[in-house]
């Protein structure tokens, strides 16, 4: 099946900080990709969609300043963290689509822990 | 408002039974969903799919069932073992968006 590479799986940070955050689809090309983020025993909640060339679609509630968002090619999509707080810590989990494939394929995850 | 829900946050079966895991919405533009498996500060796994024109979709030892009136689809596992121990999601979509919302999971365990 289709790898979705995440990167880091982990990283702590101090608070005020900001945190990049990488998502590659290594043998496919990614149309669009999607944020997620998790709180422990909570769903994935969807922060934004990331097309290609273009600017990311936020969510309600997701602030597009604090979480930066750029697709810069079809195998890229980064997340930055922008002053990270301890309330900024969670599981962000990233997923792409292709071209012809309803199936989202996921990252690994990357664990944010703000101190 | 949760468009998509799991009501059992956890379910316990016997190795070689069968595991039934539910899965409700309320929007009625869902037309494609998904089921994935997730191990802890991992990622979800890719399980099965099921578009609404049909209403079951078989995949070795994994069955999803639809039921679009009472917008209710249900993942069968059978025989369960015990390495299908995980978080399960369903998840759903409208067509043409690809924005799929996710239940808040069921935690399957599997005892040998």
């Known amino acids: 099946g289709a790898v979705v590479s995440q990167h880091p799986s982990r990283v702590i940070c101090k608070s005020g900080t900001s945190v990049k955050i990488e998502c590659r689809s290594l043998d496919f090309q990614a149309t669009t990709m999607f944020w997620y983020r998790q709180f422990p025993k909570q769903s994935l909640m969807l922060m934004a969609t990331s097309n290609e060339g273009s600017k990311a679609t936020y969510e309600q509630g997701v602030e597009k300043d604090k979480f930066l968002i750029n697709h810069a090619s079809l195998t890229l999509s980064t997340l930055t963290v922008t002053s990270a707080h301890p309330e900024d810590s969670s599981f962000y989990i990233c997923?792409?689509?292709?071209?012809?494939?309803?199936?989202?394929?996921f990252g690994s995850g990357t664990q944010l822990s703000v101190l | 408002d949760q468009q998509v829900k799991q009501n059992s946050p956890s379910l316990s079966v016997q190795e070689g039974r069968i595991s039934i895991l539910n899965c409700d919405y309320t929007n009625s533009m869902f037309d494609y969903f998904l089921w994935y498996k997730k191990y802890p500060a991992e990622g979800p796994t890719f399980l099965i799919s099921?578009?609404?024109?049909?209403d079951k979709n078989e995949d070795g030892r994994f069955t999803v069932f639809l039921n679009k009136s009472a917008k209710h689809l249900s993942l069968h596992i059978v025989p369960s073992q015990p390495g299908d121990s995980a978080v399960y999601f369903c998840a759903a979509s409208a067509k043409g968006t690809y924005k799929y919302i996710f239940g808040t999971g069921t935690r399957l365990k599997v005892l040998a």
């Open positions: 099921i578009s609404s024109i049909k």
């Open positions: 997923s792409a689509r292709g071209l012809a494939n309803e199936k989202l394929f």
